[in-house]
């Protein structure tokens, strides 16, 4: 079982920053390929991100390519940059743990999510 705690979420202005973690417990951290989702009201959920296990490999969605950045490191961590951030980035963001890099959502484990709220 593996338990994902998202943090950093919060309310910004359009073009500013915030920096998403999830930090994950479990020994077997850098088996897992780990992906950010986001979910608007009244919208199904969508792929942001993902790194894989390794870190080398990463896909991101076409929306944030160039804005935001994931990345991971030995302290069971993921991030998520986040820059340049507009209005319709407003969501509420998941993390997940999963066996394959894939941007479906189909991984194995979730969070609670955190919200972000971006104003114009």
């Known amino acids: 079982q593996v338990q994902l705690v998202e943090s950093g979420g919060g309310l910004v202005q359009a073009g500013g920053s915030l920096r998403l973690s999830c930090a994950a417990s479990?020994?077997?951290?850098?088996?897992?390929?780990m992906g950010w989702f986001r979910q608007a009201p009244g919208k199904s959920r969508e792929f942001v991100a993902a790194?894989?296990?390794?870190?080398?490999?990463t896909l991101y969605a076409d929306s944030v390519k160039g804005r935001f950045t994931i990345s991971r490191d030995a302290r069971k961590t993921v991030s998520l940059q986040m820059n340049s951030l507009k209005p319709e980035d407003t969501a509420v963001y998941y993390c997940?743990?999963?066996?394959?890099?894939?941007?479906?959502?189909?991984?194995?484990?979730w969070g609670q999510g955190t919200q972000v709220t971006v104003s114009s």
């Open positions: 479990t020994r077997t951290f850098g088996t897992y390929a």
């Open positions: 790194i894989g296990w390794g870190g080398g490999a």
């Open positions: 997940a743990a999963g066996s394959q890099l894939v941007t479906t959502p189909v991984y194995d484990y």
